[in-house]
């Protein structure tokens, strides 16, 4: 079957470094993808890789192993506004995705 | 921007009800997807669309059905809610078939089926 793993919950003290992780097993893979959801709100995308490596957007990184089955999305100079979840969700062969329930990410003044 | 815009952010409804929610995308996408949210699992695909007119099950479609009559509008559709189907729904668009392309997300539908 197919699989993404995401921890549960996170949580970081402002102005930190956090790191989240995604593992996944999916038939084939056209891409990942990772967005963020405050409370109440709909998904916004943050970030998509389909090559290895690291990606850098603002505060914001992630990087992907495709040979690992991993990502994941680093958060620099973390801000109280960056209390989310941050889903993760990876396109497989039929360009269907497969989602990870995400990670509450909680930050601590 | 995208906008996608979902016509209820909450409603309650009671069980047996024949329940229908919304979605509107102004940009043209080809596509458009009904998610539903619950606590500790991630988005389940209930039912998708690539055309007007056309509609694939997804992951959950037991208990659903949709209807894309216009481009812009994709409907979903509790011919009986049950309590079961409690939850948050998220319409969702993208351009077109077989790309990658993320998802542009309306702002949900808290669904309470008592």
């Known amino acids: 079957g197919q699989n993404i793993d995401q921890p549960t919950e996170m949580t970081a003290t402002e102005g930190a470094i956090v790191q989240i992780n995604c593992t996944y097993q999916?038939?084939?893979?056209?891409?990942l993808f990772w967005y963020q959801q405050h409370a109440g709100e709909a998904p916004t995308f943050l970030s998509y890789n389909v090559l290895d490596g690291l990606e850098e957007k603002g505060r914001f990184s992630s990087f992907l192993s495709r040979s690992k089955g991993y990502s994941y999305l680093l958060l620099k100079e973390l801000q109280m506004k960056d209390s989310a979840s941050y889903l993760c969700?990876?396109?497989?062969?039929?360009?269907?995705?497969?989602w990870g329930a995400g990670t509450k990410l909680i930050i601590k003044p | 921007d995208v906008k996608v815009t979902q016509s209820s952010r909450y409603l309650v409804k009671r069980t047996g009800e024949k329940v229908f929610l919304e979605c509107v995308q102004d940009m043209d996408h080809e596509n458009m997807f009904w998610y539903r949210q619950d606590p500790g699992l991630g988005l389940r695909l209930i039912y998708f669309s690539y055309d007007v007119k056309m509609k694939e099950k997804g992951d959950i479609p037991e208990g659903y059905s949709v209807s894309r009559e216009k481009k812009e509008r994709f409907s979903l559709i509790l011919e009986s809610a049950s309590t079961n189907q409690t939850s948050m729904y998220l319409c969702?668009?993208?351009?077109?078939?077989?790309?990658?392309?993320?998802?542009?997300f309306g702002n949900g539908t808290r669904l309470t089926v008592t």
């Open positions: 999916t038939s084939g893979f056209n891409g």
């Open positions: 969702a668009s993208s351009p077109g078939q077989g790309d990658n392309s993320p998802l542009h």
């Open positions: 969700a990876v396109l497989d062969s039929n360009y269907q995705l497969i």
